[in-house]
């Protein structure tokens, strides 16, 4: 196919759904998903093997995210040091506590598990009251760790966090971390999927077992040391109709909020890479090209490509986007 002759365009892809022990029936509706089981996360954006995103429109429709950007690489990829997209995108709403769990960096998962490292930020989307999230810990050491694992005192040394809808959390790699229930949150992440699980509330799966954990690989990749949630959001303009908002810049992405109740043109992120698109509320169009549109509403995820230079948010009503580049 020559993309040149349709011109390039913003794409959509269709959710991947992942049932989890400690999800719940709340994401199916959210993404109109006819899907039973405890659905605890959707993938909106994933290169990676364990759930690969599928195009849904335009002339690119039915082909994958990897199959794309190995095409169309100038447009839908950019420059990046990574053998892949370097961004995974899902929304994650936990029913129940998730484990205990920490990622390593880039170099221990590239030697360890043939994957890449997971950094990753949170936007809360809906909280309970009251609800939390664990971060951080205070072992003082890896003695002090092995010891609270093998007499089952983990929980005693952890940190809470409490949150509500619209908080930002950045979580580095090689942070012990854990969504608490009653938390629905946009995650964006390096594209990686190794996980180490340190504690799991003595739960136990159907067949009555407890899942794997993986303690001594944990103890590895811990930082022992005090970790507080880093925090450099900040307003870039405000007007009464845009709002942007700084939330983070980092080694792996950048991620700006904007909140539009008027038409507002959009420029890339950074020029010559591609912007990743999240609407966390509301609806409205994305218009780009001389008169071209695209809808967009809560729960979806847009590839914008890099040789479209500004696009334009037109909300019905009021929107909130995150906006994610490399």
């Known amino acids: 196919m020559d993309l040149s002759s349709l011109h390039s ?3 959509k892809f269709r959710p ?3 049932e989890r022990v400690w999800g719940g029936d709340r994401l199916a509706p959210f993404f109109q998903l006819d899907e039973n089981g405890k659905i605890g996360e959707v993938w909106t954006l994933s290169g990676h093997p364990h759930g690969t995103s599928v195009c849904v429109n335009g002339p690119l429709a039915g082909q994958t995210l990897p199959d794309i950007v190995a095409q169309y690489p100038g447009f839908y990829l950019g420059r990046t040091d990574r053998d892949c997209f370097p961004l995974l995108v899902k929304f994650i709403h936990a029913e129940q506590d998730l484990s205990v769990q920490i990622h390593p960096d880039d170099a221990y998962a590239q030697k360890h598990e043939g994957d890449y490292g997971k950094t990753e930020a949170w936007y809360i989307v809906e909280a309970d009251p009251g609800a939390t999230v664990h971060y ?12 609270a694992v093998r007499e089952g005192t983990v929980k005693d040394y952890l940190r809470y966090v409490e949150v509500a809808a619209d908080d930002f959390i950045f979580v580095p790699s090689r942070t012990l971390h854990a969504i608490m229930g009653g938390v629905m949150l946009i995650e964006v992440q390096q594209t990686s999927d190794v996980t180490y699980r340190v504690y799991d509330w003595d739960r136990v ?8 954990l993986h303690t001594d690989q ?3 990749v811990l930082r022992y040391e005090a970790q507080t949630v880093p925090d450099e959001r900040h307003i870039v303009f405000d007007t009464a109709e845009v709002v942007q908002e700084h939330l983070i810049q980092c080694a792996y992405f950048t991620i700006d ?3 539009l109740s008027a038409p507002h043109a959009v420029p890339l992120g950074k020029k010559g890479q591609p912007d990743v698109l999240i609407c966390a509320q509301g609806k409205g169009l994305l218009a780009y090209d001389g008169g071209h549109a695209l809808p967009i509403s809560q729960g979806d995820t847009l590839l914008v490509p890099a040789n479209l230079d ?17």
């Open 9 to 11: 365009y913003p794409l």
């Open 310 to 326: 500004v696009y334009e948010v037109e909300p019905h009503g009021e929107i909130t986007l995150l906006r994610a580049y490399y």
């Open 205 to 212: 799966d159907s067949n009555g077992k407890p899942r794997e």
């Open 136 to 147: 951080g810990h205070t072992f003082p050491n890896r003695t002090t760790y092995e010891k």
């Open 257 to 259: 909020k904007w909140e």
């Open 16 to 18: 991947i759904a992942k």
């Open 218 to 220: 944990a103890a590895d």
